[in-house]
């Protein structure tokens, strides 16, 4: 009998690598907070959790050019498919929408999540090795 770890991890294997992906996102925003003219971006959890059912539900999906006018999808990435511009909550005069209290706040609710999943996988592979060992 063979063990699958894409059924025994679940999804947490993959939310341990958007929470880390998440957490440059927030760092550089954090890091850009006087830059002029920076827009704030974030990652939209649901968004990529959504992205990612479709893709094992349907398999890949490529894209087609039906009509000549239309543009070339090249060099996008599909793991920006949940990156987006964050709307700020106070207007500033240098056109920057990064709001330090709420990039902090994220960031902080980001590594509590990383966390948890760390902490799942920790769990699940000694489950396994357990199960391995026999014990």
């Given amino acids: 009998m063979s063990i699958s770890f894409d059924s025994a991890l679940g999804i947490h294997e993959k939310a341990l690598g958007f929470r ?4 440059e996102v927030l760092a ?10 920076y ?32 543009i ?7 793991g920006d498919a949940g990156l987006v511009y964050r709307s700020p909550l ?7 929408t990064v709001d330090l209290q ?6 902080a609710e980001n590594a509590v999540n990383f966390q948890a999943s760390f902490t799942f996988l920790n769990s699940k592979f000694k489950g ?3 199960a391995l060992r026999g014990d």
């Fill in 39 to 70: 827009k704030a971006r974030d990652l939209d959890f649901a968004s990529v959790l959504a992205e990612q059912s479709a893709k094992v539900q349907r398999g890949p999906v490529g894209l087609s050019r039906t009509d000549s006018r239309h």
């Fill in 102 to 107: 709420v990039e902090q706040a994220s960031y």
């Fill in 128 to 130: 396994l090795v357990s």
């Fill in 72 to 78: 070339a999808a090249e060099g996008l990435s599909a």
């Fill in 20 to 23: 880390a992906q998440r957490a």
């Fill in 28 to 37: 550089n925003n954090m890091a850009n907070a006087d830059t002029p003219n």
């Fill in 90 to 96: 106070h207007a500033s005069i240098d056109q920057n």
